[in-house]
Nanobody, 125 residues
Framework: VQLQASGGGLVQAGGSLRLSCAAS????????MAWFRQAPGKGREFVAV????????SYGDSVKGRFTISRDNAKNMMCLQMNSLKPEDTAVYYC???????????????????WGQGTQVTVSS
């Protein structure tokens, strides 16, 4: 699976952005898809995950109620709608995918074998 993230940019606090992750490969619909982010000098942080059918979704505590993850298996696409953005949301955002079926592992970066190149999100105060 190859992943291509897009949609990042510069936005003022309180604004919105929509990130997209386009995937190649015939087995996209069997993969768990996730978003992580990494700010300068910090580790990779879990943002959101969605299972292969879209029926199981989880969010990191810092984004709950503001971000929404979704996927369209017919288009091999995953999205992250980010609302009420804060300066602390500034980071490079990465999409990731894997076939792992262990839900307990989905929030761990090491779970994922496939990563997109990252897209920069900058939120100004």
């Amino acid at each position: 699976v190859q992943l291509q993230a897009s949609g990042g940019g510069l936005v003022q606090a309180g604004g919105s952005l929509r990130l997209s992750c386009a995937a190649s490969g015939r087995t996209f619909s069997t993969y768990v898809m996730a978003w992580f982010r990494q700010a300068p000098g910090k580790g990779r942080e879990f943002v959101a995950v969605i299972n292969w059918a879209g029926g199981q979704i989880s969010y990191g505590d810092s984004v709950k109620g503001r971000f929404t993850i979704s996927r369209d298996n017919a288009k091999n696409m995953m999205c992250l709608q980010m609302n009420s953005l804060k300066p602390e949301d500034t980071a490079v955002y990465y999409c990731a995918s894997d076939e792992n079926r262990d839900r307990a592992a989905w929030q761990l970066p090491l779970t994922y074998d496939y990563w997109g190149q990252g897209t920069q999100v900058t939120v100004s105060s």
